[in-house]
């Protein structure tokens, strides 16, 4: 892909997530930064300073302390600045309700965090594809949804 | 006396830029990842004076023939999933080959190389795309939307809807919907 470097944001409590998340988004082919923090507290501190690159993808857990990944989500895309970022809420939830929550308050993709590693690299490198073809190719970002 | 300093060079160059193109006149859309989506096409001229100037600063347009195949590979795609006529007489592919001008093998393995996407999947991604737009607009049934955009069956379009997206068309229409209701993006 032709970029600089793609800028990933990841928000989880779960320190073995995050390991988890990181080495899989290492041994995708893509040049990735990644940035990580801890709750929905510390993202919308990160999210709020005037001088950061903005992510090209989020990845938000929902279920954090401090502040859940659906409150972030609804504070993020009420905020003009950030209001057109890419969201992925990554869950361990499958449920068609979870899901369809997230959408609806403006999540661009819903995942189901899977258990396996090489399924993790599948699905972030199917979440980083695609959300690379809608920034590139003029495609209506209303209409990204992608649920994996 | 020291200064300690540090600095973002993507925000340093993307600084410089805006500053160049303002001075040049030149009005643009974006400035992404390496790429300044210009509103007006520039003469050959203007560009060599604004390549000079942003020289100075270690920074240069480049005319990447690999970019230019693909961006000509993807506006043929686009414009023929677009278009209502019907599909030419010959394979999808020959299509494709003989309107960029090159062989299809080579495009296919460049389209892969560069963006991580084969060119069958680029094609099914921009017929989804087509199918949510007419799906939103209303005007047709799914059977018909299936009809147009060459699909064999309503089942063979949602089965590759659901591929692609996660979603029954049904769905995605609905929480579009609620979306607009509850006025989010």
Redesign the interface.
């Known amino acids: 892909?032709?970029?600089?470097t793609y800028q990933i944001l990841l928000a989880d409590d779960d320190e073995i997530d995050r390991l988890f998340f990181k080495d899989a988004i290492n041994e995708l082919?893509?040049e990735c930064n990644l940035i990580t923090v801890n709750d929905g507290v510390q993202l919308m501190n990160y999210l709020k300073q005037k001088?950061i690159?903005l992510p090209h993808l989020l990845f938000l857990d929902i279920n954090m302390p401090r502040k859940n990944g659906m409150k972030a989500l609804e504070e993020i895309?009420a905020d003009e600045r950030l209001?057109d970022l890419s969201i992925a809420i990554y869950s361990t939830s499958s449920s068609k309700k979870d899901v369809?929550e997230a959408?609806?308050?403006?999540a661009n993709i819903?995942i189901n965090k899977p258990n396996d590693f090489e399924h993790l690299k599948k699905i972030l490198?199917k979440a980083i594809?695609?959300n690379?073809?809608y920034?590139t190719?003029g495609?209506?970002?209303?209409?990204f949804?992608?649920?994996? | 006396m020291k200064l300690h300093v540090k600095y973002?060079i993507?925000?340093a160059g993307k600084a410089i830029l805006k500053e160049q193109l303002e001075l040049a006149g030149l009005s643009y859309k974006a400035i992404?990842?390496?790429?300044v989506e210009l509103i007006n096409p520039v003469s050959p001229e203007k560009l060599a004076a604004l390549n000079e100037n942003l020289k100075t600063y270690g920074i240069e347009i480049f005319n990447?023939q690999k970019?230019d195949i693909i961006q000509k590979t993807?506006d043929v795609i686009?414009e023929m999933v677009n278009s209502d006529e019907n599909l030419p007489a010959v394979k999808v592919s020959a299509y494709i080959a003989q309107r960029v001008n090159y062989s299809y093998g080579y495009l296919a393995a460049l389209f892969s190389e560069?963006?991580?996407?084969s060119i069958e999947n680029?094609i099914i991604?921009?017929k989804i795309?087509r199918v949510?737009?007419m799906i939103?607009e209303g005007d047709l049934t799914l059977t018909e939307i299936a009809f147009k955009l060459h699909y064999s069956s309503v089942a063979h379009l949602s089965a590759q809807f659901k591929k692609t997206?996660?979603?029954t068309p049904t769905?995605?229409l609905s929480?579009?919907k609620?979306?607009r209701a509850?006025n989010?993006?």
């Open positions: 892909m032709q970029l600089d082919k893509i001088d690159t895309r209001k369809e959408l609806l308050k403006g819903y490198f594809k695609l690379w073809q920034h190719s495609l209506n970002k209303e209409n949804i992608l649920s994996i | 973002d993507h925000a992404n990842f390496g790429e990447d970019t993807k686009v560069v963006t991580f996407t680029f991604l921009q795309e949510k737009q939103l997206t996660g979603l769905s995605f929480i579009i609620k979306r509850n989010i993006h």
